[in-house]
């Protein structure tokens, strides 16, 4: 590439050998050439989203550009429009396939190959038939002891809601897009019967959404045991401030940061102090979760998702002798994504697509859900083996606080869940999974131990940890909050199995 110097220099020679100038001739054709040689445009252009108007086969958008440019289009919009100007632009998407977008965006190209800033288009429906088109969004959780559940599904046209089977509700308006429904109560039973469809405007009826079957236990309910007081061991080294996994191997306890920490485990002692650092090669700390651990590997989560925005989950797979003697080591990547997750929109705290806890169990790796909309807790399961993997539910239910940390006690065969109610992590929790069946962790005894968090700094907690006998370790994370004073994150040990 020839820089802005190199274009005076070589401007100098062309003019002194070609152009048969006199001196000052020389310096006037200088100045005037070489500046406009050098007025390089570094300035981005600059995109603002003015209106849309939609009917059921089109889309047109009005924006204003601060330049003249080449459209870039991203995901499944796309328009016959390829060029702008400077000023208001209309582009008209008309020949998209039936469905919901919500993830469309422009941007635009300048001549000088500046980019500009990225405008997202809203979400709207395309339904080129005269039928109305439903979706499920949010199914009822398969085993629940609600016996008037919600459910949520997304239409494509406003209209009456018609219902098949044995759930019925008293809502009978359907909106465009989402809608959230209640059902009359029902009795203790398996639903697989359950439809709904929705009649336009025109009388129009859409086909009928099947919903997803589920059952009702009213007597399902987690059993409230003994009440415990944590003995807190130690504040956390400053760099644990946000400690958000930890697992227990041989005697000693490993932790690791999240929200982009560094890609390292480190070994700590009672005392919270870090006796070593391990780096994980080849790793990336975008928002780690917890850890866990099989007979031969650990595995750390980075599937941290407040917003419900990401597309890059991973899992890494670390051989576990490896860990206990080596102070970087390299790691094989499971890449992971919901089955179910067809929205990636910006849902700050809303979203059912974050999750904080995982096990390992058996041939597969479970990771229990932190739903921050209902408090539905869902469970998914992925292979341990490396590659890209879809997570598949396999069971889920109705928790009264957000999951953050999960931890499988193979020779008691019980899973420990811990988390809090809520931000503010007002009241925190413990239950014990059970006398299960097979991977349906929710089919046994659920369990739930009281906890007392008067002990300082027992208030974030993050992660959990069995010692594969009689005790757990849990580690909270930093927390300074004027109504709940400061807690520092700090290692705590709980005698939880009998």
Request: proline share 2%; glycine share 4%; hydrophobic share 35%.
């Amino acid at each position: 590439m020839i820089c802005k110097k190199n274009y005076y220099y070589l401007a100098i020679i062309f003019i002194i050998f070609f152009s048969g100038c006199n001196t000052s001739e020389i310096k006037s054709n200088i100045k005037n050439n070489v500046k406009s040689l050098i007025d390089v445009d570094i300035k981005s252009p600059v995109l603002e989203m003015n209106s849309q108007t939609k009917n059921s086969k089109s889309l047109s958008i009005s924006f204003n550009s601060s330049e003249d440019g080449t459209l870039l289009y991203e995901n499944d919009c796309q328009s016959k429009t390829k060029n702008v100007k400077q000023g208001k632009n209309i582009i008209i998407f008309d020949d998209l396939e039936n469905g919901y977008y919500d993830f469309c965006t422009i941007t635009i190209v300048d001549f000088a190959d500046n980019i500009s800033n990225t405008v997202a288009i809203p979400a709207f429906y395309v339904n080129n038939t005269e039928i109305p088109s439903l979706t499920e969004v949010m199914p009822i959780t398969s085993n629940t002891f609600n016996d008037s559940p919600t459910y949520t599904f997304r239409s494509s046209s406003e209209g009456k809601i018609s219902y098949s089977g044995d759930c019925k509700s008293l809502q009978h308006k359907a909106k465009i897009g989402d809608n959230v429904i209640t059902f009359n109560k029902l009795k203790d039973g398996y639903y697989d019967n359950c439809s709904i469809s929705v009649i336009n405007q025109e009388g129009v009826e859409s086909k009928e959404l099947q919903i997803s079957p589920f059952s009702i236990n009213k007597d399902k309910e987690i059993e409230i045991i003994d009440f415990v007081t944590p003995k807190r061991l130690a504040t956390l080294d400053y760099k644990l401030k946000e400690s958000s996994g930890i697992i227990y191997i041989d005697g000693k306890l490993y932790t690791h940061t999240d929200s982009s920490g560094k890609a390292q485990l480190y070994e700590i002692d009672s005392h919270g102090k870090i006796v070593r650092t391990i780096t994980i090669n080849g790793a990336i700390n975008i928002d780690w979760e917890d850890i866990t651990q099989d007979d031969f590997y650990i595995y750390i989560a980075d599937i941290g998702n407040n917003n419900g925005k990401r597309k890059d989950l991973k899992i890494y797979k670390i051989d576990k002798e490896m860990i206990q003697t080596q102070k970087s080591v390299d790691c094989k990547i499971i890449e992971v994504s919901y089955e179910d997750q067809e929205n990636f929109k910006y849902e700050q705290f809303s979203t059912p697509y974050d999750a904080e806890a995982i096990i390992a169990y058996k041939d597969n790796l479970y990771i229990f859900t932190k739903n921050w909309n209902n408090k539905v807790t869902k469970v998914y399961a992925v292979p341990k083996r490396p590659g890209s993997h879809i997570l598949n539910e396999v069971s889920s239910y109705s928790f009264d606080f957000l999951i953050t940390g999960a931890t499988y006690n193979k020779k008691a065969d019980k899973i420990i869940l811990i988390g809090y109610n809520s931000r503010l992590a007002t009241t925190q929790h413990i239950t014990v999974l059970e006398n299960f069946s097979n991977d349906d962790f929710f089919s046994g005894d659920l369990r739930q131990i009281e906890i007392d968090s008067s002990p300082i700094g027992f208030r974030q907690i993050e992660a959990i940890t069995s010692d594969g006998a009689e005790k757990v370790y849990i580690t909270s994370e930093e927390m300074t909050n004027k109504f709940l004073g400061n807690h520092p994150s700090s290692l705590f040990e709980i005698r939880i199995i009998e």
